[in-house]
Nanobody, 120 residues
């Protein structure tokens, strides 16, 4: 199983980025998908998750109202639209897939991560 995340980069505070994660899990439509991040020297933390049927999404308090998670089952891809970025959003962002997990970090499948750096 592979999850390939991309779309990270360097952006100024207040800017936007969209992360994408292409997943090889099958069937993709039955997997919950999550985004996590890990800042340097800190533990990995939950950012957002979307249920397998797209009916529900969850966000950490720190990104609620600024980030939006979505998925396209025709492309086996989950997205994370990040707006109004802040320097504290700087981290390596990871996507993950699991049949059961949503908010915890106990996902079965993980991507390699993509770096997001927000300058002040």
């Amino acid at each position: 199983v592979q999850l390939q995340a991309y779309g990270g980069g360097l952006v100024q505070a207040g800017g936007s980025l969209r992360l994408s994660c292409v997943s090889s899990v099958r069937p993709f439509s039955l997997y919950n998908m999550g985004w996590f991040r890990q800042a340097q020297g800190k533990e990995r933390e939950f950012v957002a998750a979307i249920a397998w049927n797209s009916d529900s999404a969850w966000y950490s308090d720190s990104v609620k109202g600024r980030f939006t998670i979505s998925r396209d089952s025709t492309k086996n891809t989950v997205y994370l639209q990040m707006n109004s970025l802040k320097p504290e959003d700087t981290a390596v962002y990871y996507c993950a897939a699991d049949r059961i997990q949503l908010l915890s970090n106990k996902y079965t499948h993980w991507g390699q991560g993509t770096q997001v750096t927000v300058s002040s």
